[in-house]
């Protein structure tokens, strides 16, 4: 039987950019946030908020309402600039994230990180965010990427 021999080689690029991510960003809009406690969106928002980031909840079907303690927007057009939106995470289906990286493209001046959420890939999507200078993380979690590096 043959045993590899795993060699820790450092820090990868991605984590090198999660590690970036975690520390540099301020204001996180949610694509897709739930106000259902049970759902994988509201734990995500809940943990970001309690470490500190302000949390920006992107749900058509609850705009002008409030969740954890924030009020909803429509989608990412009605945000305010004055917000400064950094990173957009997104809890949506594959076939959703060319429209919302567009809107976040032309509406988010602040824009810095486009993150899809774990199942979620989108590579047109993501080179045309990177096309246009963002650091784009596809199929992973800031709740459990961010503690590795906070």
Known sequence: MNLAVLRDTGPSPIDDD?????????????????????????????????????????????????????????????????????????????????GIVEDALAHLPHLATIWMQLGVRHPQAAARARARGLTVVEDRCPKIEFPRFL
């Open 18 to 98: 999660i590690a970036r991510i975690a520390r540099t960003t301020r204001c996180i809009a949610i694509v897709g946030l739930s106000p259902n406690e049970a759902r994988p969106s509201w734990g995500v928002a809940r943990y970001l908020k309690s470490q500190g980031y302000r949390i920006v909840p992107v749900n058509p079907g609850h705009a002008g309402s409030t969740i954890l303690d924030e009020r909803v927007y429509a989608d990412l057009r009605e945000i305010p600039a004055e917000l400064a939106v950094d990173m957009v995470d997104i809890f949506r289906r594959p076939e959703a994230v060319p």
